[in-house]
């Protein structure tokens, strides 16, 4: 009987790679954000084909190919899931907090920005400013977008 490639265990190892490299495409979305259970959910997907592809070695050594890729690769799985877990669990948990940062609802402490044409513009210079063309009454409120990785 010709031996056939067990590849449950090659695809369980890529969905647990893949969930550990995955981590920063799924950050871009407001749900995966704050709890990564897609990157969870991939280990899971992955872990029971290690398990499948374990369970069809070493049943079936005759048939399947593994006994030694098997455990290797199912090891190599579980330590990317514990590094990851690691990080996500305490790594991440270890940044300090932002205790100096305003709250919701708290007045801005006073600044100055460059605007797009590099002139400098300070938080009062835009309250005091029309808010609109069209009437002469004063802005209540600024919004500042800050674009991520342009500073």
């Keep these: 009987m010709k031996r056939s490639w067990?590849?449950?265990l090659w695809i369980g190892f890529l969905f647990a790679l893949a969930g550990f490299l995955s981590y920063t495409f799924f950050t871009r979305f407001p749900i995966t954000r704050d709890f990564p259970w897609a990157n969870f959910l991939l280990f899971g997907v992955g872990g029971i084909f290690l398990l499948v592809g374990l369970v069809r070695a070493f049943g079936k050594p005759q048939r399947y190919r593994g006994k030694i890729v098997g455990p290797i690769l199912a090891a190599l799985g579980v330590l990317v899931f514990g590094f990851f877990s690691y990080l996500i669990f305490?790594?991440?948990r270890q940044?300090?907090?932002?205790?100096g940062a305003p709250r919701v609802g708290?007045?801005?402490?006073?600044?100055t920005l460059p605007d797009q044409d590099n002139n400098q513009v300070s938080l009062t210079d835009l309250l005091s400013a029309p808010a609109s063309s069209a009437s002469t009454a004063k802005a209540k409120a600024a919004l500042l977008i800050f674009y991520r990785g342009f500073w």
């Design 6 to 8: 067990n590849w449950s």
């Design 90 to 92: 305490y790594e991440l």
């Design 95 to 99: 940044l300090p907090s932002s205790t």
């Design 106 to 111: 708290e007045r801005t402490p006073e600044f």
